[in-house]
């Protein structure tokens, strides 16, 4: 069965740095490929999606790649703040029919 | 003018009781879901609505009925709960079932003793 891998329960950074939490997942490729991100007590909030054909998709400081070659989706913050501390979910999804797969997410820490 | 909202956000019972958790979106889509995430934090899909029409259905205990008596509610009743239903549990919505990004409400966070 599909598997999704967030490697890095937690992640502390430096505030400034960029931060870059990494998606691994086995078998075929996803059509599509999903970030979230989940504060305490709350509910998850769409970030960023990326196609299968696609490379690369940004949004403000938020920068999403996608390597069907190594199973691979990282997910970059550049010049972190506090304020980005949250965990922060990966989720496929294989065709449009198809439900979504969350990982089981990354928690980053954005020290000042 | 919350998008996506849930009933009660706490709730805690004992086992072998019924319980029901209500969700509402205002945001004028067709497709609703329900999702449980666990204490390790997998979010996982239990059931998916597209306009009152049960469209995903998981392996899922048969005690969990969701009910969807139009496209803007969502209710999830669960009976004889066990120990194992714990956990925080989200309802979302999308603009369609093919629709990619999804609105989540802010969870009930269920505990039974």
């Known amino acids: 069965s599909q598997k999704i891998e967030q490697n890095s329960e937690a992640l502390n950074i430096q505030e400034g740095k960029t931060a870059t939490l990494t998606c691994n997942y086995t078998n075929y490729s996803p059509a599509y490929l999903q970030w979230y991100r989940q504060d305490p007590g709350r509910g998850p909030v769409f970030l960023l999606l990326i196609r299968e054909n696609e490379k690369e998709k940004r949004k403000e400081r938020l920068k999403v790649t996608f390597d069907t070659t190594l199973k691979q989706s990282l997910f970059h913050i550049t010049a972190s703040q506090p304020a980005d501390s949250a965990t922060y979910l990966c989720?496929?999804?294989?065709?449009?029919?198809?439900?979504?797969?969350f990982g089981s997410g990354t928690r980053l820490s954005i020290r000042p | 003018d919350t998008a996506v909202s849930q009933t009660p956000k706490y709730l805690v019972t004992q086992m072998g009781n019924d319980k029901s958790i209500k969700c509402e979106q205002n945001l004028g889509h067709d497709t609703m879901y329900w999702y449980k995430q666990d204490s390790k934090k997998f979010l996982k899909i239990m059931f998916s609505y597209n306009n009152k029409e049960l469209i995903i259905n998981e392996t899922v205990p048969n005690r969990f009925s969701p009910k969807s008596p139009d496209k803007a509610h969502l209710n999830l009743h669960i009976n004889s709960l066990e120990l194992g239903d714990s956990a925080v549990y989200f309802c979302a919505s999308s603009r369609e079932a093919r629709g990619n990004e999804q609105f989540f409400g802010p969870g009930t966070r269920l505990t039974v003793l």
């Open positions: 989720a496929l999804r294989y065709s449009s029919a198809s439900k979504i797969i």
